[in-house]
């Protein structure tokens, strides 16, 4: 299925809350717990010790907020974050948006979900109540789309702030599929460039080379051709350059002869974080 214009320029779409009712789908989120550390795992970091003992769900926040101060003393004993933090949804980016400093998000890129979680509660403890163990519905499937597609066509994924590259997303993520296809939406339909723009996807710029020469960096160029993926990608071969579109300007495509110099086809910018010892959610 290919996504167009209706799919992004639409008054549901234009107008959806961020966070929505399921919480945050996008950044920034902010950390009601700013600079919290939990004091073992801390203790741990200042020794040098590792491995470092991960921030349990008890610890990033205790399940008592809200109630009787016994029970809120108790919560204290466990050394819980000091404040309740907020909610992510379960449709969210993938990309850590914890806001950092003012704005600025930490910008780590995960495909996984417990990863993700796992990072914010160790690296930004307190800042997300631990998820919910609800099976995703459709309207939170509904209201977090609508909110990531709104943040892509109104350009806050390409000029928001990261700490850390974060270039496309996870690799066929929704910011990823959702910048490309407003992309090529906007070649075809000058009044949604007018409106929008024509770039959606972030341009890191040590990772954009109009002279086609790559550079190695932190962060990969986020168009790195994948087969098959998505037939909106517009380094499909077949189509000559858009003369819009300057960053696209590699010439005539040649038959593809094995040699002709093309880009060679390597893994995309995401660089998921990965970790075997996800402790077991309480
Ligand atoms: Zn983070």
């Known amino acids: 299925m290919s996504l167009t214009r209706a799919d992004f320029d639409n008054p549901t779409v234009l107008n959806a809350a961020n966070p929505s009712a399921y919480g945050y789908h996008h950044g920034p989120i902010p950390n009601n717990n700013p600079g919290y550390r939990e004091p073992l795992r801390a203790a741990?970091?200042?020794a040098g010790t590792?491995?470092?003992?991960?921030?349990?769900?008890?610890?990033?926040?205790?399940?008592?907020?809200?109630?009787?101060?016994?029970?809120?003393?108790?919560?204290m004993s466990t050394l819980?974050?000091?404040?309740?933090?907020?909610?992510l949804s379960t449709i969210n980016t993938g990309v850590c948006d914890i806001d950092v400093n003012a704005g600025q998000m930490c910008g780590q890129v995960f495909t996984a979900q417990p990863?993700?979680?796992?990072?914010?509660?160790?690296?930004?403890?307190?800042?997300?109540?631990?998820?919910?163990?609800?099976?995703?519905?459709?309207?939170?499937?509904?209201?977090?789309?609508?909110?990531?597609?709104?943040?892509?066509?109104?350009g806050?994924?390409?000029?928001a702030r990261y700490l850390s590259e974060p270039g496309t997303g996870p690799t066929n993520g929704r910011l990823d599929?959702?910048?490309?296809?407003?992309?090529?939406?906007?070649?075809?339909?000058?009044?949604?460039?007018?409106?929008?723009?024509?770039?959606?996807?972030?341009r890191p710029i040590d990772a954009v080379s109009l002279s086609g020469k790559r550079k190695r960096g932190p962060t990969p160029p986020?168009?790195?051709?994948?087969?098959?993926?998505?037939?909106?990608?517009?380094?499909?071969?077949?189509?000559p350059p858009s003369p819009s579109a300057g960053r696209k300007s590699r010439g005539?495509?040649?038959?593809?002869?094995?040699?002709?110099?093309?880009?060679?086809?390597?893994?995309?910018?995401?660089?998921?974080?990965?970790?075997?010892?996800?402790?077991?959610?309480?």
């Not at 819980?80 to 909610?87: L, N």
């Open 115 to 154: 990863s993700k979680l796992r990072h914010i509660r160790n690296d930004h403890t307190g800042a997300l109540l631990n998820p919910s163990t609800v099976n995703v519905t459709g309207p939170v499937q509904v209201a977090g789309e609508n909110a990531i597609k709104r943040f892509v066509v109104t």
């Open 44 to 46: 741990a970091i200042d």
């Open 156 to 159: 806050g994924w390409r000029d």
């Open 80 to 87: 819980a974050a000091p404040i309740a933090g907020v909610r």
């Open 50 to 75: 590792r491995p470092l003992p991960n921030v349990t769900p008890a610890q990033n926040n205790g399940p008592y907020w809200g109630q009787d101060s016994a029970k809120h003393m108790l919560n």
């Open 222 to 239: 986020p168009f790195n051709p994948l087969p098959d993926q998505d037939k909106d990608r517009d380094d499909s071969p077949p189509k």
């Open 252 to 282: 005539t495509p040649k038959k593809s002869t094995g040699t002709t110099g093309s880009r060679p086809s390597r893994p995309r910018a995401s660089k998921p974080t990965e970790d075997v010892t996800f402790p077991k959610l309480v």
């Open 177 to 202: 599929l959702y910048a490309t296809a407003c992309e090529r939406i906007a070649r075809n339909d000058p009044e949604f460039a007018a409106m929008f723009g024509t770039q959606f996807h972030r």
